[in-house]
DNA sequence: GGCATATAGTTAGTTATGCAACTAATTTCA
DNA sequence: TGAAATTAGTTGCATAACTAACTATATGCC
């Protein structure tokens, strides 16, 4: 087998995972310490609703890139700890809009300071233009697969 | 999908792993057409295994970087596959050395062939030297994280 | 209008992950 | 030597993922 393909597959197991894995204990693992009972996946919903409340199911499917049972189920859990609400949308009667509750309001700038916080722990040493690298070829990776 | 793309200046899409769940989705889609029936997860176990047979599930943890319980687990889905088989070790009582099967063994190739086409589909447009850069700043976040 | 098709969301089944608590075997060291 | 600590692996519980199949509503087209 040529070499640089065996390089490529040694990146699959570098891009499949690892890093981004260790990046999400850590930030779960900040979030606990600071008491908070939310999952990373549920803080990704949250996130994307913090800056538009209230969109579509279908739409968090979209930008958080999960699917639309997944999302069901996050959905499920975050209003069994009154986070959101789902409502009606008065317009398309299939369509559930999902609404931030007061408290997921409240959760807003100390979870994203610990994201931050995290990704700082996680970029000690690293280029600012290597960031920027790493930005850039991930889109492409992404563009090039969906 | 018109909202599945990577905001600048932000790095959640990192955390969120959207570029190396992107990956995972096409390879096992890949498998999937090439009438495989493992998962990623499993291929990951195998890949390690095809490198140096016969490890403790301890030393898969490491290699894999997950959890006693993940591959706990994920060894019994292999083995009711018949694609690994535990076997005890004769110096040391607790330690099982999982071993690879001849069926596991005839996956090698075709598996490794199709992760190399996946990445090859996922780095399309990249430059060989910001791949060096996202294995850099990788080695680096999860030296920083571990 | 009415039927085919597409879209939004849910449910069920299997696999995987993280954590905590557990058993069994080995090592450490007083 | 023997009790304490460590290491290897398993089990239970909760959350999350993908696929396929399902219901309900909306749209398109004749």
Redo the contacts with the bound molecule.
């Keep these: 087998m040529p070499n640089n393909q065996f390089k490529r597959g040694e990146l699959y197991s570098v891009i499949n995972g690892m890093a981004s ?1 260790a990046v999400a ?1 850590r930030l ?2 900040n979030f606990r310490q600071a008491g908070l009972e939310i ?1 990373i ?2 803080w990704s919903v949250l996130y994307h609703l913090w800056k538009e409340d209230c969109l ?4 968090l499917c979209n930008r958080t890139f ?10 499920d ?1 975050l209003e069994k700890q009154k986070l959101v609400k ?1 409502t009606a949308s008065k317009t ?5 809009l999902v609404c931030l509750t007061d408290a997921a309001k409240e959760l807003q700038q100390l979870t994203i300071d610990l994201a931050n916080q995290t990704m700082n722990e996680a970029l000690v040493g690293v280029l600012r233009e290597d960031i920027e690298t790493v930005k850039k070829v991930f889109q492409q990776v992404f563009d090039n697969l969906i």
């Design positions: 894995t204990r779960q693992k999952t996946e549920q579509s199911q279908q739409e999960r699917d639309k049972p997944s999302i069901t189920r996050l959905i859990n789902r398309d009667r299939r369509i559930n």
